[in-house]
């Protein structure tokens, strides 16, 4: 069975010969190719050659495009910062977004113009080529609210969304019409989905209502979008107490990558039992744990998640957010093993 | 207590930065202590945030906008208040550590820390060790508050307490770690005071630390 028979059978909640596994490794791939982050995260080739080095030597599943969180950004040219040995992010000092009365300047921009999303729309399409119909990739796209707070200081959009909450929904509408765009680019790649990160909604940041309010039509409209054009829609929120229900009522994901049971399920068993149906359950390993954790330690939680979760389909097995740093990779190589041994189905 | 008051831990809780700023200043031209209004005012409002804030009935936007509510209301009693260390409650040095950029919930904390009456003094973000250190004994400070929001990043907060001992003033300042990623395990494991999941939580911990 190949990695995308495997995952296919789970997304359809049967269960295939042992539970899907993919460490999320990502811009850390870039330590097996010898590149610094720079190079990693602005060169197409680098991108790919990382992405699939990690996927052959850890034997990953399904390969998640996520290269960093200022992708979407730049393309209202948000100034960004390309540290060698991090991930880029926003000049915080110089920010598109400058003040609460500057939010107009969110105005529609031509996807093809942003170098940044051309450059995943071909990490996208050299992946699909190279993957050969043998495993899943999936692209990552940072959702609307997501890419606003990445060109207003996020700590000011916050107050914002108190203050003036219609005026940072119009700006995220906007950018949710650039996003479909971009989502269509990336789809006619051949990539098998779109992950969608909601940060947001998530009891560690705002209510339920206030994302359903600020985001919950918006990744409802990239949802049906996606759905329309026959591919996968999945989330991925490593937040705490997520809203599934709110989530799944407006988007209707395929799978869901998450790192702590919602805001309604005590535990990864309930939210089995809730959701499991609904969705395919994608975790849900500290990537602490798949980092600077003992090997027993991470044993047990990878043991935790598949007794949980596994049963009849509808898991994979992944650290609940991207693992940084080198030190994981040993750890990416032990959850691979315990995927194989321990997640093995029982025929 | 004063009608007045209440009004301003009701608005503060609101988020209603004018009208705290107004109170405050109704308040001071009422007469009443400048003292009595930050501790039974603004302190008492962040009081109601914290819990509410812990309990998840409100969250990090209505935090935030509450948090400005007492700066605003604070800037009024600033120069009717007594002394220099009005509050104290005890001094904080507070940061992210180098090589993390991350800063909301290093504010969070810090606004509950000042919500329970600490002076804290924001390094902000990607704090070099020394920088800490230095800070500490130059402002004969409590605790050391160190946040990190990468796995990448929690092995600076050991080098933090390894330097601290060095320094010599590891038996008498406390060091709480805290972060996403972080945990009571490696907290623990580095040799931290404390660890806590939240930010009222870390509020409530500096309290029992500074009058254990």
């Known amino acids: 069975m190949n990695s995308m028979e495997r995952v296919v059978m789970a997304l359809n909640h049967q269960e295939p010969d042992r539970v899907p596994v993919y460490p999320l490794l990502a811009g850390v791939s870039r330590h097996l190719i010898g590149a610094n ?54 000049n915080y000092r110089n920010q598109v977004i400058e ?88 789809l006619a790649t051949g990539v098998q989905g779109i992950m969608f990160d909601t940060l947001f909604a998530s009891g560690s940041i705002m209510s339920k209502d206030m994302w359903d309010e600020l985001e919950g039509d918006l990744v409802q409209e990239l949802a049906e979008f996606v759905h329309s054009k026959g591919a996968m829609v999945m989330i991925h929120n490593c937040g705490g107490k997520i809203y599934f229900d709110a989530q799944i009522r407006r988007m209707h994901p395929e799978a869901i990558s998450f790192l702590y049971p919602p805001d309604d399920c005590a535990d990864f068993a309930e939210c089995k ?52 740093s080198p030190n994981a990779f040993p750890h990416a190589k032990h959850m691979v093993e315990i995927a194989k041994t321990y997640g093995a189905y029982k025929k | 207590m004063s009608e007045v008051l209440a009004n301003i831990s009701a608005m503060l809780q609101k988020g209603k930065r004018k009208d705290v700023a107004r109170l405050c200043q109704q308040a001071i031209d009422e007469g009443l202590d400048a003292n009595v209004i930050l501790t039974d005012g603004l302190l008492a409002g962040m009081d109601v945030i914290g819990a509410k804030f812990k309990a998840n009935e409100i969250f990090v936007p209505q935090v935030l906008v509450a948090a400005r509510a007492m700066k605003a209301g ?50 902000g973000v ?14 004969d400070a409590d605790i050391i508050g160190l946040s990190a929001l990468l796995t990448t990043t929690m092995p600076v907060m050991a080098e933090v307490i390894k330097a601290a001992e060095e320094a010599g003033i590891r038996d008498r300042v406390k060091i709480m770690v805290g972060g996403a990623p972080v945990t009571k395990e490696f907290a623990e494991s580095i040799g931290a005071d404390a660890y806590t999941e939240d930010a009222p939580s870390a509020a409530e911990k500096a309290l029992e630390l500074i009058s254990a």
């Open chain 2, 74 to 123: 604070s800037e009024v009693l600033k120069p009717y208040l007594a002394g220099d260390d009005a509050s104290g409650k005890g001094k904080i040095v507070m940061g992210t550590v180098q090589g993390d950029l991350h800063d909301i919930g290093k504010n969070l904390v810090i606004m509950m820390f000042e919500g329970k009456g600490f002076e804290v003094i924001d390094l």
């Open chain 1, 99 to 186: 003040d609460e009365d500057s939010y107009d300047k969110i105005q529609y921009v031509d996807y093809r113009t942003c170098d940044r999303m051309m450059m995943h729309i071909d990490v996208c399409r050299k992946l699909v080529e190279a993957a050969k119909g043998e495993y899943p990739v999936v692209a990552f796209v940072f959702g609307p609210l997501g890419t606003l707070s990445m060109l207003r200081n996020q700590e000011e959009m916050y107050v914002d969304c108190i203050e003036q909450p219609e005026v940072v929904h119009d700006a995220a509408g906007v950018i949710t019409q650039v996003l479909k765009e971009y989502c269509d680019a990336l």
């Open chain 2, 126 to 139: 990607d704090v070099p060790t020394e920088k800490f250190i230095q800070t500490a004994i130059e402002e």
């Open chain 1, 273 to 324: 039992e809730k959701y499991g149906d609904v969705t395919t359950l994608i975790g849900c390993v500290a990537p602490t744990t798949a980092t600077v954790g003992t090997p027993e330690k991470l044993e047990a939680e990878c043991k935790e998640s598949i007794d949980a979760m596994a049963k009849g389909g509808g898991f994979i097995l992944a650290t609940g957010c991207e693992l940084i």
């Open chain 1, 37 to 90: 982050c720079r190079e990693w995260s602005t060169d197409a080739d680098t991108c790919v050659k990382g992405l699939l080095k990690a996927k052959e030597e850890y034997e990953l599943d399904c390969i998640v495009t996520l290269i960093d969180l200022s992708v979407e950004c730049s393309a209202w040219g948000q100034e960004l910062i390309y540290p060698e040995n991090e991930a880029a992010h926003p």
